[in-house]
């Protein structure tokens, strides 16, 4: 699996777009790339993901670089309850595919 | 649906004590897995399972036993616990037929080992 990396934290004003940088210059062509989030004491929830074009669903979009070396989850309205761990993971869509997460980044809206 | 249940949400052990960390699903989903989570480590793979009758070795599985006999239940066991294994675990699901990339997680049991 391609490692991520990701800034430690970072905060938003309410009602503005979020914008989370993953970097994953590793990434393999068969690689796709997802996001999770976990609000505090919660377990983690599916956002999103892709391979190599952008994606965008009810809850954020999600834009690749042509290179595919990174990426950047957007929530395009934040929301306070849009507080809480978001986790980059770079895998495979085949086999067990179990993901792995790193450490992700720490988004706070402020109000 | 409840979707994915784990009990009990929060556990003290002593030290060499044993327990079993439940966790059932009621999706039908073939994939089961279990998680730790630390400060500072994100979370972590421990056994994970792709049906009844077979399980598998994630990233950290020293110190933890798993089984599956059912598609719906898929228990953690510790054998005698330590206090590095203080943690909170996760289990999630996901269904071989929806995706690969949407697992469902349960609610988390929170263990300190003393």
């Known amino acids: 699996d391609a490692k991520t990396t990701q800034p430690p934290s970072m905060d938003c004003a309410e009602g503005r777009a979020a914008n989370l940088p993953c970097n994953h210059s590793?990434?393999?062509?068969?690689?796709?790339v997802y996001w999770y989030r976990q609000i505090h004491s919660q377990g983690p929830q599916y956002i999103i993901h892709g391979l190599k074009n952008n994606e965008t669903n009810e809850m954020a979009s999600l834009i690749i670089t042509e290179d595919r070396k990174s990426s950047t989850l957007i929530l395009p309205h934040a929301t306070l309850r849009d507080t809480a761990v978001y986790y980059c993971i770079v895998r495979v869509q085949t086999g067990a595919n179990n993901l792995f997460f790193g450490t992700g980044t720490r988004l706070t809206v402020i109000p | 649906n409840a979707g994915v249940t784990q009990t009990p949400k929060f556990q003290v052990l002593k030290t060499g004590q044993s327990m079993t960390l439940q966790c059932a699903q009621d999706m039908n989903h073939e994939y089961m897995s279990w998680y730790r989570q630390d400060p500072g480590m994100g979370l972590r793979l421990i056994h994970y399972s792709v049906g009844a009758g077979i399980t598998d070795q994630g990233e950290v599985p020293n110190g933890y036993n798993v089984s599956r006999s059912t598609t719906e239940d898929f228990p953690l066991r510790l054998l005698s616990a330590a206090p590095s294994q203080t943690s909170v675990y996760f289990c999630?699901?996901?269904?071989?037929?929806?995706?690969?990339?949407?697992?469902?997680f349960g609610p988390g049991t929170r263990l300190t080992v003393t």
């Open positions: 999630a699901s996901r269904s071989w037929t929806s995706g690969y990339y949407e697992q469902y």
């Open positions: 590793t990434i393999s062509g068969n690689e796709y």
